[in-house]
């Protein structure tokens, strides 16, 4: 499986990130510098699909995809 972010729903709100035990979820602008939109990136060697994040998430910005 893969884990995949939907920028368009994802409001950077950061639970995703304090909820992750391995890390592997981080905010990354849109723009270099640290401009604009913040939202969610996977690292997915680091992932290990625990769905602690998908718990967190109020706006369902996270989705698994065969």
């Known amino acids: 499986m893969a884990r995949i972010i939907i920028t ?7 639970r995703c990130v304090s909820s992750c035990r391995t890390e592997a979820i ?3 602008s849109e723009y270099p510098g640290g401009y604009g939109k913040k939202s ?3 690292d997915y060697a680091r992932c290990t699909l625990c769905g602690a994040c998908f718990s967190v ?3 369902k910005a996270l989705v698994l995809v065969p």
């Open 40 to 42: 969610a990136k996977v």
């Open 57 to 59: 998430c109020s706006r």
């Open 26 to 28: 981080s905010l990354v």
């Open 8 to 14: 368009q729903k994802c409001i950077g709100c950061g």
